[in-house]
């Protein structure tokens, strides 16, 4: 019987999932410029593949095209860290609460806290935490809300890569990470989107201060 080969990812889906990497994990840094010739040098390809592949960065917010600047990792600034977050707070404890509901397997999620507290780098980390969270409201029962969220998913890691750069906090997340899984497997939604709205919204006060996130809190404040 004849076996089916396995697809070869595209030069411009490689290259694409090799920058956004780079940028995530803090190997490129924001405000860096992104010059077509060199990553193709890099990379080992034409420039077409790296050209499209910033495009859609640029589409999904990571970089930043500019008629006169060209090509620069997007800059992360209070402002950024507030309309990515504000649509956090709104949406993913509550995804997270239907989860927990409807009986979802949170297998994923704990595998990647398995992950994050076995990495041994700080780009390992930095993914692992973002799976975690994606394992959190991917099994929420809509597909249309878990898609909003993964929209802004690569902006919250930009978020996430600069601040950790400045004040590393993985331990207190990690904590705040298991706190969140023990009470979803629990069965506690409530108490899990509680956690989760906190864990998120302490994150980007101590990040950023100034951003100013205005979704109300899990018990309805502000």
């Known amino acids: 019987m004849t076996s089916v080969p396995t697809p070869i990812p595209s030069r411009t889906q490689y290259v694409l999932e090799e920058i956004k990497r780079r940028i995530l994990t803090g190997q490129l840094t924001p405000g860096q410029a992104l010059v077509e010739t060199e990553l193709a040098a890099q990379f080992g390809v034409s ?5 499209e592949a910033l495009k859609t960065l640029a589409g999904t917010g990571l970089v930043v095209m500019s008629q006169y600047k060209g ?4 800059m992360v600034d209070a402002d950024m860290a507030r309309e990515v977050y504000d649509v956090r707070l709104l949406l993913e404890p509550e995804a997270l609460r239907r989860s927990v509901r409807r009986g979802a397997s949170l297998d994923a999620a704990r595998s990647a806290l398995a992950r994050a507290d076995g990495a041994t780098d700080t780009a390992e980390r930095s993914l692992a935490n973002r799976e975690f969270h994606r394992a959190l409201y991917v099994p929420c029962g809509n597909p249309l809300l878990g898609r909003m969220l993964d929209e802004v998913r690569d902006q919250a890691a930009l978020v996430s890569a600069v601040a950790w750069a400045a004040d590393p906090s993985w331990d207190r997340e990690a904590q705040e990470h298991r706190e969140i899984l023990r009470l979803a ?22 990040a950023f201060p100034d951003a100013g996130t205005e979704a109300q ?6």
Do not use: N
């Open 47 to 51: 420039k077409t593949p790296v050209r």
């Open 217 to 222: 809190g899990e018990d309805g404040q502000e």
């Open 185 to 206: 497997l629990d069965g506690d939604a409530d108490g899990a989107a509680r956690a989760l709205h906190a864990h998120i919204a302490s994150f980007v006060e101590r």
């Open 71 to 74: 090509v620069t990792v997007r």
